[in-house]
């Protein structure tokens, strides 16, 4: 069955420190998704990606944040200069169109120190 | 303000006892209900999505129903290998496709 595969599955990094998590959506998907989990907190919606542009962001994806879909395969999330409170679970998502499922992918989670 | 609210935060059951799980969501034009499971260090898996009251959808032992202010996910006779934490979303009329809210999760445990 195909799946979204996002990696690395743990990265440690320092206050600062800028970081990229990678997905791969599954193939024949348009539209992209982050989603970050709190540790003990709701999944919450970060960014939607579609024709290579954002289609919506919540009020947490600030200039801290970028994503890109630098080919034909991944998509990429960017914090830059991280703070503590980025520490938490990121799931990319990925779906066909408007109308169809998210597959979320099994997460990379963020460690700020 | 949008807000989905689930309960239980936890639930216990032995294995063929038969329970609800609730949802309870207050949005401008619902879109879409969606269930999706969570198993520790994973993420979500889809299980059901929901457009209308009054529609059901069944999978297995899961059942998902839908009313004007909440939905219900009944699991009938679990097994052990439904113990997972189960997730309500919800998409509004004026979010853009793929923008779920998310409400904290049932945490079911099955015991045998």
């Not at chain 2, 969501?25 to 198993?39: A, I, M, P």
């Not at chain 2, 006779?77 to 979303?89: I, N």
Request: hydrophobic share 30%.
């Amino acid at each position: 069955e195909p799946e979204v595969t996002q990696t690395p599955s743990h990265q440690v990094t320092q206050m600062g420190q800028e970081v990229i998590l990678h997905c791969v959506p599954i193939s024949n998907h348009l539209y992209f998704y982050w989603y970050r989990q709190i540790l003990g907190q709701k999944v919450e919606f970060l960014v939607s990606f579609y024709n290579n542009e954002i289609s919506e962001k919540s009020e947490i994806f600030d200039d801290q944040f970028s994503v890109e879909r630098p080919d034909g395969s991944n998509f990429t999330l960017k914090i830059r200069s991280t703070k503590l409170e980025d520490s938490a679970m990121y799931f990319c998502a990925s779906s066909t169109g408007q109308g169809s499922v998210l597959t979320f992918g099994a997460g990379s989670r963020l460690t700020v120190l | 303000e949008d807000q989905v609210t689930q309960s239980p935060e936890a639930l216990r059951l032995q294995e063929g006892e038969s329970s609800s799980l609730n949802c309870s969501y207050t949005v401008s034009g619902l879109r879409g209900l969606f269930w999706y499971r969570q198993d520790p260090g994973k993420g979500p898996e889809f299980l059901f999505t929901l457009y209308s009251a009054g529609e059901e959808k069944e999978k297995e032992r899961l059942k998902a129903t839908l009313t004007k202010k909440e939905s219900f996910l009944h699991i009938t006779a679990p097994k052990p290998e439904d113990s997972a934490t189960y997730l309500c979303a919800v998409q509004a009329g004026t979010d853009s496709w793929g923008k779920l809210q998310f409400g904290a999760g049932t945490q079911v445990v099955v015991t045998p």
